[in-house]
């Protein structure tokens, strides 16, 4: 069963700069559709970003468009979010998750519920704040 862990998260000022990775337990990554997801508190769980799996196409929210940017490493057992220019409203915990054959073009790909991502990561904090 794919297990998904997420890192580098941490304290950053606005303006700054992560990179958050998601590793795939011994999957390579091409059948899958991954997606980003973040949930502030008191707030609910809501799509950032989203890669369809075999290369089919990126979504990107509008609050984070420009300004993050996904992307997978050599082997495709990593895919990393770039985030930049980041604000205090980015202040989340943020996760990962995985489907196969999903496409990330289709409505409604950022809703955490019904979009159909059955595999999540247990999340990695992101404080942006001075």
């Known amino acids: 069963q794919l297990q998904l862990v997420e890192s580098g998260g941490g304290l950053v000022q606005p303006g700054g700069s992560l990179r958050l990775s998601c590793t795939a337990s011994?999957?390579?990554?091409?059948?899958?559709?991954i997606g980003w997801f973040r949930q502030a508190p008191g707030k609910e769980r809501e799509g950032i970003a989203c890669?369809?799996?075999?290369?089919?196409?990126?979504n990107y929210a509008d609050s984070v468009k420009g300004r993050f940017t996904l992307s997978k490493n050599n082997d495709k057992t990593t895919m990393y979010l770039q985030m930049n220019s980041l604000k205090p409203e980015d202040t989340a915990r943020y996760f990962c998750?995985?489907?196969?054959?999903?496409?990330?073009?289709?409505?409604?790909?950022?809703?955490?519920?019904?979009?159909?991502?059955?595999?999540w990561g247990k999340g990695t904090l992101v404080t942006v704040s001075s």
């Open positions: 998750a995985a489907e196969p054959y999903l496409n990330c073009l289709r409505q409604g790909w950022d809703n955490p519920d019904s979009f159909g991502m059955n595999y």
């Open positions: 890669v369809s799996s075999n290369g089919g196409g990126t």
């Open positions: 011994g999957e390579i990554l091409n059948y899958w559709a």
